[in-house]
Nanobody, 116 residues
Framework: QVQLVESGGGLVQAGGSLRLSCVVSGSIFSMNTMGWYRQAPGKQREVVATITSGGTTNYADSVKGRFTASRDNAKKMLFLQMNSLKPEDTAVYYC??????????WGQGTQVTVSS
């Protein structure tokens, strides 16, 4: 049974940085592509970044050059380094498998709020 626990969110001024973490339990973590997602108020959840088991990353155009996803397969953890944050990055951030659907299990997420 998969469990996903995100942390590291908070309130930051525009231009600031945050580092999100995600602990994954109950799965063969090292073999799966994982992803970071976010959901802003009144909007659909969207994928922010994906990272393969080998560490290859892909990013949404809106965060390219500012966000960096990484993973520690031994610790079953995901990370998202977010730099040069903008108010439009304000959202609840989630980690999940790279192919996650809305009907799948999701953790509680971590709130990121960027003030202007």
């Amino acid at each position: 049974q998969v469990q996903l626990v995100e942390s590291g969110g908070g309130l930051v001024q525009a231009g600031g940085s945050l580092r999100l973490s995600c602990v994954v339990s109950g799965s063969i973590f090292s073999m799966n592509t994982m992803g970071w997602y976010r959901q802003a108020p009144g909007k659909q959840r969207e994928v922010v970044a994906t990272i393969t088991s080998g560490g290859t990353t892909n990013y949404a155009d809106s965060v390219k050059g500012r966000f960096t996803a990484s993973r520690d397969n031994a610790k079953k953890m995901l990370f998202l380094q977010m730099n040069s944050l903008k108010p439009e990055d304000t959202a609840v951030y989630y980690c999940n498998f790279g192919t996650a659907r809305e009907s799948d299990y999701w953790g509680q997420g971590t709130q990121v709020t960027v003030s202007s």
